[in-house]
């Protein structure tokens, strides 16, 4: 039994030490709560009684855009706004009634603020409308006693003096949504109209250009005088981001286009991947998105079949056709299957089992070899190197010339395109790959598909000396790209005899007698552009369609038009500029792509936008000729 | 206690135990649950919908419930100890399976008429379980550590379950109140001392499994001033709220703090930052003496009891409710991090009360049974 005691006594002794804890805690609270209540009451009743202005947040101004000469591309613009607090309105909707009596505003506006009112705390100020006119301000301020809570001041107001012209590139900010504002923590996505960047460099560079909030504590007496501030911490103004973008050469780019369809075009500085120019077109006024874009405007922006929203120049995946057999080309040479003197004969198709590959040329180019190959666009001589080779082989190669996958441009959205291989076919169709298909992809037909920018980065890495740039638009320590850093862009490690090779195709493309793009030349004595058209098929030709010749009728519906594309270098001696041009339903490379190619590529050489003195070519076949 | 030493051999009946419950006690805790209704009404800027209402027929449910459970025979409690508590820990389990996803973390069961959350239930279960286990242990073999094991595993195992829902607050107080049961079933106090050294030392290894969002609570509470409107805002607003309350207090449905929404949650985890703010330094004070005063009561209870059983079990759910209060208020008060524990019997929702009453009728049935015996082994078990 005494066992029992000696657990009882335990026991009994703990509850009571576990007891004088409890009360010992509570005596603790009741401490803290005299020194909150009593000891610091006065300065907590303060700051309880003037708390909706002790705690202010600064917001900083966000960065400017500029072009790569310091001219503004997005700037924040002074304008007046009428703003309302609802806690000092009372009565919200009577308010805001009042107010619409005096200046425009809709019903739908006003339903949106009482809205977005109760999404913030009530000392929160709700912005009613912008962009106010001096008059609208003054007659807002006459009657301001009739207008409790109703607050003037001068905010500034995103503007694009560019526009469309730069839309696709600079971006535009709008409204935060909710799960913009559930993912970042920053205060600033609190404030009721805060702007946040949606698309483009806005998008892209939003955190450097909104900069870091700051905060003031202010104490203020009873009728709400500041009496003293506190403390205060100015935050960070948002970062001006220098683009790489030329806006003389980009206007020029976006008039040259502006009467096609659906067009996109890019001009590169090829030594260090800078983006001179990304034009896409038809394209979209920002502005209108920086006031809140109406319904019917976005439907009808969202629903245009030519996709005016969508940059083409990143997004658009285009069947690169014959502006791929560069690749085919340089496949076959750095794995020893040709020589530049092997000869092909074309009789205008190439059998494969029961399959007939088809030349453009219905009764062929006879024998051929690699440069008179590029020049007249042989497919014949392109199948058989593609034959050669071997998917694979090929795939990789395309891939070292920035095929198949996305090449990290500091914009939102870039697509990869697709350089396809046996085991993609294997892993995503689940069937083997067909030999017929390598040919195809030998043309830059099939599966293969490659975005406007990809091909002008395909360009620049050929005609640099072999070295993998890759493409940015913003420059200096923001610089989301290394090349934007000014960091210099490492060697493929391809044959520079063997570039030089096809680089002599280029040249007699544009300058040969025979090249497909010889009505394209350049008009300027001594400075010679090389290249490489591009006319690729958006759907297969019937056997029918060959025979009759239905498939090169005029009056085919758009969308079956075969797009037209052309790539291009200059000057050919000394290459500094690289460009692209995808025309959407163009028809022919040659005839639609080429020429267009050939004024952007004499703007940008009237315009001498690139900064960095282009390296020598170490051999120039076309002068040891 | 006027009511006669019963017959141990013969169970009281019905009307005894009734005659014998506590209603002082039973009192003290519905005075509690009409301070909440007030503070409730307030909370709605001066209505009974949506809070007040339903937390006063709450209130009157669960008392029901509470006597219900007092009358229950403690011979049957002692039986249901651990399969109630293996039960809670299938539910514990069930909700990381098929719980809903509410607040970022796992918690809930739907029952459809009622949201039910295993880890508030395991409070209670930890408890009769661990006054199972050591109403048969003498001291001799509470110094055994393998007979400290089954205890340490029985505690440890919610507690873990519990923290990967997340719930840092509950976890915590299911960790504190096996402690109290481990102490008050006589653990030696050095192993106390030798457990405590090791948790400090686990302490970064837990930083590491934290949730970024109780890591940023944890950092916010340390220096609630660098995030003025972000994640310190609640508690800064809760000490403006209370320091402005001074002596007085601001008045009934006067508190600017709450009135005017700067405080958030404040028919929740904030109620009693409200309380502070309207009836002052002495409406707080006086709460905090009520709750000390049932929280007395229910240590009374413990000490008065006969076996073994009872008087864990009675000072466990006493330790529990005390845990609830103290845990809330220093939290408001901005001694602690917030955890997201409420006010028992004040703040608005039913899960906390559910516990806190449920609790409420264990302490009164260890009252109505503190003249019962338990053998130590009893052969029908």
């Known amino acids: 039994m005494y066992q029992e005691a000696d657990r009882n006594r335990c026991f009994r002794r703990r509850l009571l030490l576990l007891g004088g804890l409890q009360v010992a805690l509570f005596g603790g609270l009741a401490a803290r709560l005299w020194q909150l209540q009593l000891r610091d ?39 007046y706004r009428v703003r309302v607090v609802r806690e000092q309105a009372g009565d919200l909707r009577g308010v805001l009634e009042a107010l619409a009596e005096i200046v425009p505003l809709d019903a739908r506006r006003i339903e949106e603020v009482l809205q977005l009112a109760k999404l913030h705390r009530p000392f929160v100020p709700i912005t009613v409308r912008e962009d106010l006119s001096w008059d609208e301000v003054a007659r807002i301020a006459v009657r301001s006693p ?21 839309a696709h590139v600079v971006g535009y900010v709008g409204p935060v949504a909710k799960a913009e504002r559930e993912s970042d923590p920053d205060p600033l996505l609190k404030l009721p109209d805060f702007r946040v960047g949606k698309t483009g460099i806005e998008r892209a560079y939003d955190r450097e250009l909104r900069g870091r909030a700051g905060f003031s504590r202010v104490e203020v007496n009873v009728i709400g005088r500041e009496i003293r501030e506190i403390d205060r911490n100015d935050g960070e103004e948002g970062a001006d981001l220098q683009l790489s973008i030329d806006l003389d050469l980009q206007t020029y780019c976006m008039e040259r286009l502006a009467d096609q369809e659906a067009a996109a075009a890019v001009v590169l500085e090829v030594a ?59 496949a076959a040479l750095e794995a020893g299957l040709v020589t530049p003197a092997s000869e092909v004969f074309c009789p205008g198709f190439m059998s494969l089992g029961n399959a007939r590959f088809h030349c453009w040329k219905p009764h062929g180019h006879g024998r051929i070899s690699l440069v008179q190959a590029l020049a007249q666009s042989c497919d014949v001589y392109f199948y058989e190197l593609a034959r050669r080779v071997g998917i694979d082989a090929l795939a990789a190669m395309a891939r070292r010339f920035g095929f198949g996958e996305t090449l990290g441009i500091d914009l939102p959205g870039e697509k990869p395109g697709l350089m396809p291989d046996s085991r993609w076919k294997r892993e995503r169709l689940g069937q083997p790959w067909q030999k017929g298909e390598t040919l195809v992809c030998g043309i830059g037909q099939g599966f293969v598909s490659a975005t406007p920018l990809q091909l002008a980065v395909m360009t620049a890495r050929l005609c640099n000396g072999g070295r993998a740039v890759h493409p940015w638009i913003v420059r200096g320590p923001h610089a989301h790209v290394s090349e934007g850093k ?16 096809v680089l002599k195709g280029m040249y007699e493309v544009v300058n040969g007698p025979r090249g497909t793009a010889k009505a394209s030349a350049l008009p300027i004595p001594g400075v010679l552009m090389a290249g490489k058209t591009g006319t690729s098929q958006v759907r297969r030709i019937s056997k029918a369609e060959r025979a009759t010749g239905a498939h090169k009728r005029k009056d085919r519906p758009r969308e079956e038009r075969d797009h037209a594309l052309f790539v291009g270098y200059a000057p050919h001696d000394r290459p500094r500029y690289a460009v692209a041009v995808v025309i959407e339903h163009g028809e022919s490379g040659a005839k639609a792509a080429a020429p267009v190619a050939r004024d952007i590529m004499v703007e940008a050489l009237r315009l001498e936008p690139g900064t960095t003195p282009p390296a020598p070519r170490r051999l120039d076949l076309a002068e040891r000729r | 206690m006027g009511t006669p030493a019963l017959d141990r051999a013969t169970p009281p009946s019905a009307g005894e135990k009734l005659a014998r419950i506590a209603w002082p006690l039973v009192a003290l805790v519905l005075l509690l649950g009409l301070v909440g209704y007030a503070l409730l009404y307030s909370a709605a800027g001066g209505s009974h919908t949506p809070w007040a209402f339903r937390h006063g027929i709450r209130l009157v449910v669960m008392t029901g419930l509470a006597v219900a459970i007092a009358l229950i025979d403690i011979k049957k409690l ?8 293996g039960l809670i820990v299938l539910l514990l389990v069930a909700v990381e399976i098929v719980g809903e996803i509410n607040k970022g973390a796992q918690r809930w069961i739907d029952l459809g008429f009622v949201q039910l959350q295993p880890s508030e239930l395991m409070k209670l279960a930890l408890v009769l379980a661990l006054a199972r286990y050591f109403h048969a242990a003498y001291l001799e073999e509470v110094r055994r550590p393998l007979f400290l094991l089954p205890p340490f595993l029985m505690i440890l195992l919610p507690v873990a379950l519990v923290l990967k829902q997340p719930d840092l607050g509950t976890a915590g107080m299911l960790g504190m109140v096996g402690t109290a049961m481990l102490f008050l079933g006589g653990m030696a106090i050095w192993k106390f001392l030798a457990a405590g050294a090791l948790a400090g030392a686990a302490l970064p290894i837990a930083w590491a499994h934290l949730h970024d969002y109780q890591r940023q609570r944890v950092a916010t509470f340390l220096d609630p001033e660098s995030d003025p409107l972000g994640a310190g805002y609640h508690i800064i607003q809760s000490k403006i709220a209370i320091g402005s309350g001074g002596l007085w207090g601001r008045g009934y449905l006067q508190g600017s703090q709450a009135q005017l929404s700067f405080l958030p949650e404040k028919h929740t985890d904030f109620a009693f930052t409200m309380l502070a703010e309207e009836a002052g330094f002495v409406g707080a004070l006086a709460v905090l003496a009520l709750i000390l005063a049932i929280t007395l009561a229910g240590m009374a209870v413990a000490l008065r009891a006969q076996s073994h059983f009872a008087r864990l079990l009675a000072a466990g759910v006493t330790c529990n409710f005390a845990l609830y209060a103290i845990i809330n208020v220093a939290m408001v008060t901005g001694l602690i991090p917030v955890v997201g524990v409420p006010l028992p019997l004040v703040s608005y929702g039913g899960t906390a009360m559910l516990t806190v009453m449920l609790g409420l009728g264990l302490l009164l049935n260890a009252q109505v049974n503190r003249d019962t015996s338990i053998p130590r082994f009893p052969a029908d078990f």
């Open chain 1, 41 to 79: 009451g006065v300065t907590y009743q303060l700051l309880a009684d003037e708390n909706r202005i002790s705690q202010r947040l600064t917001v900083p101004p966000r960065g400017v855009i500029v072009d790569r000469r310091g001219r503004p591309l997005a700037i924040n613009a002074p304008t």
């Open chain 2, 78 to 85: 002692f039986r249901l100890a651990y399969p109630t508590y």
């Open chain 1, 486 to 501: 000014g960091v210099p862009p490492v060697s493929l490690g391809v044959s520079p005899a063997n570039l030089e090779f």
């Open chain 1, 146 to 166: 009739d207008l409790p809570g109703i607050l003037l001041d001068s905010g500034l107001l995103r503007q694009y003096p560019h526009g469309a012209v730069t």
């Open chain 1, 272 to 330: 260090t991947g800078a983006v001179l120019a990304l034009a896409s077109v038809p394209t979209y006024d920002p502005g209108a998105f920086a006031g809140g874009l109406s319904a019917a405007l976005w439907r009808q922006l969202a629903d245009d079949p030519r996709h005016p929203l969508v940059n083409k120049c990143i997004r658009g995946q285009y069947p690169p056709g014959s502006t791929f057999k560069m690749v085919t080309a340089l």
